[in-house]
């Protein structure tokens, strides 16, 4: 998987809104990881930005966000959630800044291309951490390539369905069963 950038970064804690300074790293499946030092041993959050992320603003497009002590609100960077949380970072310029902005959207909606030397065009097969993409080009006389994309069949949150699927039908078989003994209490 391919690193699109890495660097320093603040970030504000959505609890207490304090700044820390973490080292992240943005990599072109979405995935946007920080850690605490630069060594990259253990992460503290990991966003997936193709999934979770609506919109990114920077600088003063950024309304009532303080930046932290000696940064000017130009460095600021906002990126909306699609929960409605907000994951406030400020860079160390507003170059910086700038530059993350364009990098983060261009993580957002970064599709993979394709050539197929035989017709001279491009294709786009959309990467996401869920789906293998296999291509294999035909060697038949129609110069056609083939992309297949294997996807898994289960969301991320199966098991949860299932758990909370068995929860509502055992309390409703327990409901029922009271129901149904209800007559012969009152013979």
Known sequence: MALLKSG????????????????????????????????????????????????????????????????????????YMRDGNMLILCANSEDEALAWKLTLMEAKRNPVFTYNPYDDTYQTVPINSHNAVYIMPNTGSGGTQHVYV???SYDDNFGEQIALGLLAGMAAGAAMRSLLWMPFWFC
């Open 8 to 79: 320093w970064l603040w970030r504000q804690s959505s609890v207490l809104k304090r700044w820390k300074l973490n080292w992240c790293d943005l990599w072109i499946d979405g995935s946007f990881v920080f850690y605490k030092t630069e060594s990259r041993r253990d992460y503290e959050t990991k966003v997936n930005l193709k999934a979770t992320c609506v919109n990114v603003k920077s600088g003063l497009e950024c309304p009532n966000v303080c930046p932290p002590e000696s940064h000017p609100r130009e460095n600021l960077l906002v990126v």
């Open 150 to 152: 294997h996807r898994d």
